[in-house]
């Protein structure tokens, strides 16, 4: 079985690629891979941001596709199973592991493996591809394979949706309508909290408002003063921060209410921006301000239950046009073009 892989030689060079994939082991499936979507990972990588991670890259990890063949040892994966590929799987033998708690596995590589031909990754943007069965997760059929890709996205939301302990009669602000941004929205309100969403590009503010969410436009109105009108000045319960800038940090603190508000810090950003807050007012304001990273085993699980009934709807942060793998140089090209939701690849 050949597989035809999109991979970055180098710096702004997105490849295409050809090799023979080697037998199933037992606890091995085999699929035929229908999308896999552009990650702000993969296109930095492709600008030359993440040098430090090498080349060749064969990388994707936002795609689904359809079991095409199962290891003789496979128990709970069956050929047409439509799947998603959970990829934070530690050893799955370590305590971590074994509580299904992947970003503490004491057994993590400290460097990313290659294969025996000398690729990094795990061959995302591929026609078909070998993964083991432990990383697989069920998807709906029904769900557009593009959306399915959301998988990883939504529980790494999951994640952060859990320390935030958001409750129905809360007021949520999410600053940020990029992706995760809009993302952590749409999960905010499965929690049947108020979500209102700030934003400054026009694109992205015309996304948030075609979702249904209250929308703070920072051209006209300056988002802290706006979130304390809208809330008849009492403050936000808390704000989830999707973009990783000094600013945002600024601006969620001072739109919480007086006492026990809660800052999420979803986004990491380069240059690290910084929290410009007296510890002081975090004591006398008993304000918490909370990190999450990852996913574990639980936040997959409620992310594909997510996706699969449509509690949430993803359809909107998929960008329109849509590229074949013969097109991993332009699809790259247009996923790092400032302002784009996911880029999907097209890949059978
Ligand atoms: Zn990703
Ligand atoms: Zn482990």
């Known amino acids: 079985m050949k597989q035809k892989f999109g991979y970055l030689a180098s710096a702004k060079h997105a490849e295409i690629g050809e090799r023979e994939l080697p037998e199933l082991a037992p606890n091995e499936v085999l699929v035929k891979q229908l999308t896999c979507n552009i990650c702000t990972t993969d296109y930095q990588h492709w600008m030359g941001l993440r040098e430090h991670q090498g080349y060749p890259m064969a990388g994707g990890h936002e795609g689904s596709g359809v079991v095409e063949a199962v290891g003789s040892d496979v128990k709970n994966i069956k050929v047409g199973d439509h799947v998603a590929v959970n990829g934070y799987v530690g050893c799955a033998l370590c305590e971590a592991c074994l509580q299904g708690r992947y970003s503490d596995c004491v057994n993590k590589p400290k460097d990313r493996p290659r294969t025996a031909d000398g690729y990094l990754g795990s061959f995302g943007f591929a026609t078909y591809a070998i993964h083991k069965e432990i990383n ?3 998807m709906s059929p029904d769900l557009d394979p593009a959306e399915a890709g959301y998988l990883e996205p939504v529980a790494t939301v999951c994640r952060g949706m859990r320390k935030l302990r958001l409750e129905p009669q809360e007021t949520v602000v999410v600053i940020g ?3 995760m ?3 952590n929205a749409q999960v905010a309100r499965t929690h049947a909290a108020r979500v209102i969403v700030s934003e400054i590009m026009p694109k992205k503010i015309e996304t948030a408002k075609a979702m249904g969410f209250e929308v703070i436009d920072c051209n006209k109105v300056d988002p802290v003063e ?3 009108r809208l809330t008849g000045g009492v403050g936000v319960d808390c704000v989830i921060v999707a973009v990783g800038a000094t600013k945002a940090n600024e601006q969620a603190v001072q739109m919480l209410k ?8 979803f986004a990491a950003g380069y240059p690290v921006p910084e929290i410009p807050v007296d510890s002081n007012v975090v004591h006398y304001r008993r304000i918490e301000l909370l990190g999450t990273f990852g996913a574990d085993a639980q936040d997959f699980a409620k992310a594909a239950k997510l996706l699969n009934t449509r509690a949430i709807d ?3 942060i998929i960008e329109p046009k849509r590229f074949k793998l013969d097109d991993f140089q332009a699809a790259m ?3 790092s073009t400032p302002g784009m939701y996911r880029v999907c690849v097209e890949l059978n």
Do not use: Q
Request: aromatic share 0%.
């Open 333 to 335: 090209e247009a996923a």
């Open 258 to 265: 007086k006492n026990d508000g809660r800052v999420l810090l």
């Open 226 to 228: 706006e979130a304390m």
């Open 181 to 183: 941004g809009l993302v």
């Open 136 to 138: 697989m997760v069920k």
């Open 314 to 316: 993803v359809s909107k």
């Open 177 to 179: 309508a990029g992706t």
